[in-house]
């Protein structure tokens, strides 16, 4: 079974510029989950998408967004680049979460690592 | 706010058993408790899931006492391969915002030969 995959692996931008990551969860995963790993700092969270549509949002300015596609992949857009926003991305996509919680745990994939200059 | 608290790094040797525990002390009713793994540059790898009692699979086991206020992750005899940080994550009710979908900054482990 395929797991979690993530493209580029690595990603070079400059200040103000828009940058578009990439991720495939697991076949037969509904549940696509983004996250921010800045060095030294834990996993913040910043999205997630559930049959499409955006189910929760974590403490992030709107430049963040995203989207979720037909086949489950999904999309984290992030605009107006800053040199805080280096850091490696993280997605993860688990079975649709249990109605009224969250508790199906994540499979993660190994990062997209983005370095603003 | 942060909805759990782990130990910001722990030692050990080759052959012990490490116990890492986390708090949890406002768990809701429908919450369960989850534990990952990551090593350097890679995304976290799921261990292990309980909501009370023990749990146990082919890496590790999970304590939950009665209160749910705190659970422990148990490795038996770690190896060198073992040094990762160690992720306590409680799920959230879905109305709850997404307190559950934050791992802070989890326990760095270090197994010693």
């Known amino acids: 079974e395929a797991g979690v995959t993530q493209s580029p692996t690595h990603l070079i931008k400059t200040r103000g510029q828009q940058a578009t990551l990439r991720c495939s969860p697991i076949s037969g995963h509904t549940s696509v989950y983004w996250y921010q790993q800045a060095l030294g700092l834990g996993l913040q969270f910043l999205l997630w998408y559930d049959e499409g549509e955006e189910r929760n949002r974590g403490n992030f300015p709107p430049r963040f967004s995203g989207r979720q596609f037909p086949n489950y992949s999904s999309e984290l857009n992030v605009n107006a680049l800053e040199l805080e926003d280096s850091a490696l991305y993280l997605c993860?996509?688990?079975?649709?979460?249990?109605?009224?919680?969250?508790?199906?745990?994540?499979?993660f994939g190994d990062g997209t690592r983005l370095s603003i200059l | 706010l942060a909805k759990t608290t782990q130990p910001i790094s722990m030692d050990s040797y080759e052959g012990q058993e490490v116990n890492i525990t986390c708090s949890h002390n406002n768990i809701a009713t429908n919450d369960y408790i989850t534990w990952y793994q990551q090593f350097p540059s890679q995304g976290p790898r799921f261990i292990i899931q309980?909501?009370?009692t023990k749990v146990t699979n082919e890496v590790a086991s999970l304590f939950i006492p009665a209160d749910r206020k705190s659970s422990t992750l148990s490795l038996p005899r770690v190896s060198l391969s073992d040094t990762a940080v160690y992720y306590c994550?409680?799920?959230?009710?879905?109305?709850?915002?997404?307190?559950?979908?934050?791992f802070g900054k989890g326990t760095h482990l270090i197994i010693q030969p």
């Open positions: 994550l409680v799920g959230a009710t879905t109305g709850g915002g997404a307190d559950g979908l934050t």
């Open positions: 993860a996509s688990s079975l649709v979460p249990v109605r009224g919680f969250v508790g199906q745990p994540q499979h």
């Open positions: 309980g909501y009370k």
